[in-house]
């Protein structure tokens, strides 16, 4: 059983009942004071070991999970600490692309309870600009539990998302909720979520992508690769089932191409991820994120690490 078997049958166990929740949070507290005493390198060996079972090569890497591994250790660019703030980074992009391309923002707050419904549209996103997964849409105040969300998004803000996976511009984000304008590609998205379009810049030219359709419910959701015409490449993620189709490029594909080329050369590194978005004929921009999957992305073939490992190269410049 891997790190990730594990983990998932605790959360399976937390929702079974109270008896299971108190043992998970015990299980979590245990676990995150341990994390703070491990140092960055013997952490992320282990972890690495616990989810791929083998060895991590940081002396010299070749896979692209071991590669992206050794990024995380050692290319500590101060810039990466704005570029993954959710918030502080749409600056950075109207900067680089000139207004338009990043989603409005309403409201930040550095507490949940200030939280006001009264003060926000019919239809909005709440989510936390220093970690992964704190998304909460409202597509209908009536139906929208914003005490239960308030409870989550307080959890979140008191989680530090470095401890976990030892992403270290996350450790020096301030971590505040904010709004952002609701966005729907078709009433059909309103059950599946929009289309999320995932490049992959190695060495400053996009060469992959994958989309992600349904991740508000990951027991539905799928993820496939493809290469820049829309071919879905022969391998996929093992936490996800695969789209098993050609994906239909949007008519606005070649400007998101372009837009992708011009933030990889202002960001100038080995790798990054830039997400973006097509919604009725326009692009957003979405996130950037220089860690995928955090301790690495569960290729199936696993051969594929490797190929995708040979697609980018380590520039000795890149060690802090």
Request: aromatic residues 14%.
């Amino acid at each position: 059983m891997i790190l990730s078997d594990v983990k998932q049958l605790l959360r399976d166990l937390k929702r079974k009942s109270a008896k299971y929740t108190a043992f998970y949070n015990r299980v979590s507290r245990i676990k995150m004071f341990l994390l703070r005493i491990v140092p960055d390198v013997p952490y992320v060996k282990f972890r690495y070991f616990m989810n791929f079972g083998r060895k991590l090569n940081l002396k010299n890497p070749k896979s692209f999970n071991e590669k992206i591994q050794w990024l995380l250790l050692y290319d500590h660019r101060k810039d990466y600490v704005t570029y993954v703030d959710k918030i502080k980074v749409k600056s950075v992009i109207d900067g680089i692309l000139g207004g338009g391309y990043t989603i409005p923002t309403i409201k930040i707050w550095d507490n949940p309870d200030d939280i006001n419904l009264d003060e926000l549209p019919d239809q909005f996103v709440l989510k936390c600009n220093h970690d992964s997964g704190s998304v909460f849409i409202c597509r209908n105040k009536s139906d929208f539990d914003i005490a239960e969300i308030k409870k989550k998004l307080k959890t979140a803000l008191r989680t530090n998302y470095y401890w976990g996976s030892r992403e270290w511009p996350y450790k020096h984000v301030k971590p505040l909720v904010f709004a952002e304008q609701y966005l729907e590609e078709s009433p059909e998205s309103r059950q599946t979520g929009i289309t999320d379009y995932k490049f992959f810049v190695f060495n400053g030219e996009a060469k992959m992508l994958y989309i992600s359709k349904g991740l508000e419910d990951h027991t539905t959701a799928s993820i496939s690769f493809y290469d820049l015409d829309g071919k879905e490449l022969p391998f996929h993620r093992k936490d996800f089932r695969p789209i098993g189709e050609p994906l239909k490029l949007p008519d606005n594909y070649e400007e998101m191409l372009k837009i992708c080329k011009k933030i990889a050369d202002a960001i100038d590194n080995d790798f990054v991820r830039v997400d973006l978005y097509s919604v009725k004929g326009k692009v957003y921009f979405s996130e950037l994120t220089f860690y995928p999957c955090g301790t690495g992305i569960p290729f199936e073939p696993e051969e594929w690490d490797l190929k995708c490992g040979n697609m980018l190269l380590l520039q000795q410049n890149s060690r802090a």
